[in-house]
Structure formats: C-alpha cells, structure tokens
Nanobody, 125 residues
Framework: QVQLVESGGGLVQAGGSLRLSCAASGGTFISYAMGWFRQAPGKERDVVAA????????YYADSVKGRFTISRANAKNAVYLQMNNLKPEDTAVYHC??????????????????WGQGTQVTVSS
C-alpha cells in the first residue's frame, strides 16, 4: 500500500497562491491515479482535482476550475496542486489520495486505495 505525505499548506490572504505537494512511498506510484480532496469543518470530504497515471486525463471540481492545477512527477513519486487566486471558501484540510483510476476518485462510488494525513490551508479575507 502506498503511503502519502502532504506538505505546502499554510495561511494566505485571499487572492494569494499556494502549492501543495504529496510525496508517495511504498508502492508502484505510476500505477495509480492521484487526487486531491478537501474537508472543511462540518462538511464532507470532497474531491478537488484528479489526474490519471499518465497525466493525460485530469478532473477539476467546478469551484476550482481556472484557479487550481494538478500535476504529477512520476520520477519523483509526487503529485502537486497549484492553487491560485485563493478564496476564503477554499479554507480546508487538503488530503491526497490514490485510486486505480480517475473515476475511482471522482465517481459516486469512490474506490480509494490510500489517504494522506492532510495539510491545512487557511485563506483570510
């Protein structure tokens, strides 16, 4: 099973940017689709973005389209989330996750293989 460790969260003013990183170990990283989820207090954990093993297929939630970009570096066993023009409603704990496909991350029937522990993102107004 792949172990995931997120980093890069922090406090930023509205309109600012952050870049989250997720480092994977203990598995065959290239075999997995990767995703970023977020969970705000009292809310469900929702998918933000996802990327296929090749990087050729990406998914973005409507709320982040045009502002967030997901990418991966298979040689480094890493996935990234570049977040621009951040808004207070982006405040949440961000988790990365693995699945066998993008659909396994974004579909109604999720099939998550591994979760990271999360990194806090706080956007002040």
């Amino acid at each position: 099973q792949v172990q995931l460790v997120e980093s890069g969260g922090g406090l930023v003013q509205a309109g600012g940017s952050l870049r989250l990183s997720c480092a994977a170990s203990g598995g065959t990283f290239i075999s997995y689709a990767m995703g970023w989820f977020r969970q705000a207090p009292g809310k469900e954990r929702d998918v933000v973005a996802a990327i296929s093993w090749s990087g050729g297929n990406t998914y973005y939630a409507d709320s982040v389209k045009g502002r967030f970009t997901i990418s991966r570096a298979n040689a480094k066993n890493a996935v990234y989330l570049q977040m621009n023009n951040l808004k207070p409603e982006d405040t949440a704990v961000y988790h990365c996750a693995t699945s066998t496909s993008v659909a396994g991350l974004t579909g109604r029937q999720r099939s998550i293989s591994s979760w990271g522990q999360g990194t806090q993102v706080t956007v002040s107004s």
